[in-house]
């Protein structure tokens, strides 16, 4: 029942607000998302590798807490 509850308020949000959402989550997420046949032709899936400990990454943690200027290191 709580799950048809969020589906409805997805679909009624897409329909009332008008702009493109995005959502994230995972493989279960993408399952219960598209089990709805309205809402499986509303959204994209887009699938993001995992990242890599790498100096892509470590650059990327770098930026975020220089943009978020954080209290603490967070290592």
Do not use: C, H, M, Y
């Not at 509850?5 to 493109?20: F, G």
């Amino acid at each position: 029942r709580e799950q048809l509850r969020l589906l409805t308020l997805i679909r009624n949000v897409t329909n009332t607000l008008e702009i493109p959402l995005i959502l994230a989550g995972i493989g279960t997420a993408k399952t219960f998302l598209f089990s709805d046949p309205q809402l499986s032709t509303r959204f994209k899936q887009v699938t993001i590798p995992l990242w890599k400990d790498d100096a892509n990454f470590r650059g990327f943690l770098r930026a975020i807490e220089t943009i978020f200027a954080l209290r603490k290191e967070s290592n």
